[in-house]
């Protein structure tokens, strides 16, 4: 059984860091692309960042880059999204999505097969 799970979400100042996780279970990331989405009340799902099978590329939305790191770690069949410098406008569920594939890395929801619950990131005083 397919699964994936975040983790590391949670109520941060703004300015503060979280770094989130994603743990596969019943199958091994290495050939697949990893992305991370996130969804606000309201507002519809958004891509935010993803990576190649190797690590070797990775893409970012505008409203994240620079701010957002997406790396992995395929020994450890997870893939990590460190986020510094954290606005009120990133508050959402941020979801974690994996495609068979090896070299292209898209953000849109539609090319992912498989999905996590979500995890909730709160940045407010």
């Known amino acids: 059984q397919l699964q994936l799970v975040e983790s590391g979400g949670g109520l941060v100042q703004p300015g503060g860091s979280l770094r989130l996780s994603c743990a596969a279970s019943g199958f091994t990331l290495n050939n697949y692309v990893i992305g991370w989405f996130r969804q606000a009340p309201g507002k519809e799902r958004e891509g935010v960042s993803c990576?190649?099978?190797?690590?070797?590329?990775?893409n970012y939305a505008d409203s994240v880059k620079g701010r957002f790191t997406i790396s992995r770690d395929n020994a450890e069949n997870t893939v990590y999204l460190q986020m510094n410098s954290l606005k009120p406008e990133d508050t959402a569920v941020y979801y974690c999505?994996?495609?068979?594939?090896?070299?292209?890395?898209?953000?849109?929801?539609?090319?992912?097969?498989?999905w996590g619950q979500g995890t909730q990131v709160t940045v407010s005083s």
């Open positions: 990576i190649t099978s190797n690590g070797g590329s990775t």
């Open positions: 999505a994996a495609r068979r594939a090896l070299y292209y890395c898209g953000r849109q929801a539609y090319e992912y097969d498989y």
